[in-house]
Nanobody, 122 residues
């Protein structure tokens, strides 16, 4: 089992920044992939960014490229999402997730955090 705890959400005006954090605990060695997902009301959940712990190779959704940066701290089993130049359409619940393989495939993620809300006002 892997437990994931997110933090860092909040409300910000368009153009602002937020940094999300996710710390994993438990059998993390079985889940080297960590990703950030989001789900807005009435919309499907989408992968925002993902990365291999201790391996890099980040993936970004087209909608966030150039604005969001995912980083990882393998020593702490943590992953971060720096979100800059936020837009109202970034408003969603953001979830951290872990996967045993195939970091860039949403279907592979089998451990999920509780989520942290991000609200961007215009």
């Amino acid at each position: 089992q892997v437990q994931l705890v997110e933090s860092g959400g909040g409300s910000v005006q368009a153009g602002g920044s937020l940094r999300l954090s996710c710390v994993a605990s438990g059998y993390t060695y079985n889940s080297p992939c960590m990703g950030w997902f989001r789900q807005a009301p009435g919309k499907e959940r989408e992968m925002v960014a993902s990365v291999y712990l201790n391996g890099g190779n980040p993936f970004y959704a087209d909608s966030v490229k150039g604005r969001f940066t995912i980083s990882e701290d393998n020593g702490r089993d943590a992953v971060y999402l720096q979100m800059d130049n936020l837009k109202p359409e970034d408003t969603a619940m953001y979830y951290c997730a872990a996967a045993p393989m195939g970091c860039h495939r949403q279907d592979n993620y089998n451990y999920w955090g509780q989520g942290t809300q991000v609200i961007v006002s215009s």
